[in-house]
């Protein structure tokens, strides 16, 4: 017999009006739950929204912290063409992401 995790109505309800926000504003589901936001052009650069610090940089390896993970561009060439407080951009040839904890 299968459990079902019932969440309470005054929790739920946020939830609801957070779809209803991002929905009229066009945005994607994520765009206010805090999460990262990643907008890729092509491999040659990646804008990041969510960014919470670098954590490794080199030609060949960007490191950062997205909050609930870490991520990791390779490839050549890389640099970071603009950094603020919570976005970047990544720069160069990318030949992988990948996403870890």
């Known amino acids: 017999m299968k459990r079902r995790c019932r ?3 005054d929790e739920r ?5 957070m779809q209803k ?3 009229a504003l066009q945005l994607p589901a994520s765009a206010l739950s805090g999460a990262a936001h990643f907008e890729m052009n092509g491999n040659r650069e ?3 929204d969510g960014c919470r610090g670098v954590l490794e940089y080199d030609e060949h390896k960007i490191r950062i912290n ?3 993970m870490i991520t990791c ?3 050549r060439c890389l640099s970071i063409k603009c950094l603020t407080s919570d976005s970047l951009i990544v ?4 030949t992988s992401i990948e996403f870890g904890a």
């Open 73 to 75: 561009f390779q490839g």
């Open 91 to 94: 720069e160069g040839f990318i």
């Open 21 to 23: 926000v991002t929905s």
């Open 7 to 9: 969440v309470p109505d």
């Open 66 to 68: 997205t909050g609930k």
């Open 46 to 48: 990646v804008i990041v």
């Open 13 to 17: 309800m946020p939830a609801q009006r």
